[in-house]
Structures are given as C-alpha cells and as structure tokens.
C-alpha cells in the first residue's frame, strides 16, 4: 500500500523557517513534488524532485524554498524560508510515476498524495 506521510508544519511568524518531510513507501525512482492549497484556492505546485537530484521550482515559491530527497531513508524534504503569511496552507507530498519530473508541476500527472500538513504564517 502506498504511503506518504508529511511531517514539520506548524505556525512561525513572518520571516521564520521550517522544513517539511514527507516519509514515502513509492519506488525511489519515482518524481516527488510539494504541492501547497491556501484557503479558498486551488492547489498548487510549489517544487518538485527526480530521483537523480533534478529540481523544478514554482513560481510562488522561488527563491525561498529549496526541495531535496534522501532515497536511503525515503523521504523528501522542503526548507521554507523567510516565509510569508501568504504562504499559509496545507502542503501535500506528492509522486509521479514520471521518473524525469517531465510533467513539470501539473497536479494531474501526481498519482500518489500525503494528507497535508498545515503551515500557518502569521504577520
């Protein structure tokens, strides 16, 4: 059965830092992506990672955020920094079947996804 479970979300003020895991039972070789959803808003990409190390980065999240992955201990990891209260939501850890994260951050090519972990900013 495949899982991934996400983990480190919490509430920091602006400026502040966290970094999210994310423990999955996917094939290492699978794409995995952070995804985030703000409240009243659709989903979105925020990064994503092949298995060889290739990272994606979306638009809201550039600069600030870095997605790396430890394979030996299946789990993937996303450092926030300097967040922003507008980088409130619940983010989900995804995979792609894809092993070249070719689909780039489209949500419909993410097959397998976390229930989330909260992330609240405050101003």
């Known amino acids: 059965q495949v899982q991934l479970v996400e983990s480190g979300g919490g509430s920091v003020q602006a400026g502040g830092s966290l970094r999210l895991s994310c423990v999955f039972s996917?094939?290492?070789?699978?794409?995995m992506g952070w995804f985030r959803q703000a409240p009243g808003k659709e989903r979105e990409g925020v990064a994503g990672i092949s298995s060889y190390g290739r990272t994606i980065y979306g638009d809201s999240g550039q600069g600030r955020v870095t997605i790396s992955r430890d394979n030996a201990k299946n789990t993937l990891y996303l450092q926030l920094n300097s967040l922003k209260p507008e980088d409130t939501g619940m983010y989900y850890c995804a995979a792609n079947r894809n092993v070249f994260c070719s689909g780039g951050l489209s949500i419909s090519e993410f097959v397998y996804w976390g229930q989330g972990t909260q992330v609240t900013v405050s101003s």
């Open positions: 996917t094939p290492t070789y699978y794409c």
